[in-house]
C-alpha cells in the first residue's frame, strides 16, 4: 500500500552539518516514516549557500513566520539549541532536536513546558544511540 498521504506536514532543517545534512538526505527520499513530511528548506545562520541538492535556503525569520512551516528540525551545534527550540516553539511550531536540548537541566524543563503549553510537539533525538560504537560502548 502505497498511497499518497492527504496531508503533509512542511519541515525546515535549521543546520546544515553532518546531522543536519543527513536530515535533509532522508526528507528528500521518503520512505514510509517520513511519507507525511515535505522539506520546505533550510536555514543556515553561518553561510550563505543559496542551496544544496535543490532544497533552498531560508532565513530564520522567513521559517519562524511562515505558514507551511510546521515543523523544525534543529540540527545546529549544541550551543544553539536552546534558542532555536525556544523561538520554533514561541512561533508555534513542532520542534525535533538533536541531542543535547539544551546545556541545562533547568532550560530542558522550562522548554518541555513551553511546548506543552503551546500544545506543540519537542522531541529529542540521539543518533548516536543508533551507531554501532555507542551500542558495543553502552550495552556490551
Known amino acids: 500500500m502505497n498511497a499518497e498521504p492527504e496531508r503533509k506536514f512542511g519541515v525546515v532543517v ?21 511519507a507525511f513530511l515535505n522539506l520546505i528548506g533550510f536555514v543556515s545562520s553561518r553561510r550563505d549557500l543559496g542551496s544544496i541538492d535543490e532544497v ?6 522567513d521559517a519562524l513566520s511562515s505558514r507551511e512551516v510546521e515543523v523544525a528540525y534543529v540540527c545546529s551545534e549544541s550551543s544553539s ?3 532555536y527550540v525556544r523561538q520554533f516553539l514561541n512561533a508555534g511550531k513542532h520542534v525535533l532536536v538533536e541531542y543535547p536540548m539544551t546545556l541545562s537541566s533547568a532550560a530542558a524543563q522550562e ?13 529529542v533525538w540521539n ?14
Open 14 to 34: 535549521v543546520g546544515v552539518g553532518r546531522a543536519g545534512s543527513v536530515r535533509m538526505r532522508d526528507l528528500r527520499n521518503p520512505h514510509a516514516s517520513s
Open 56 to 61: 533552498q535556503q531560508i532565513s530564520l525569520e
Open 81 to 83: 539549541h536552546e534558542d
Open 111 to 123: 522548554l518541555w513546558e513551553l511546548a506543552e503549553q503551546k500544545g506543540d510537539v519537542c522531541s
Open 127 to 140: 543518533v548516536a544511540a543508533l551507531t554501532k560504537g555507542f551500542c558495543l560502548q553502552y550495552f556490551y
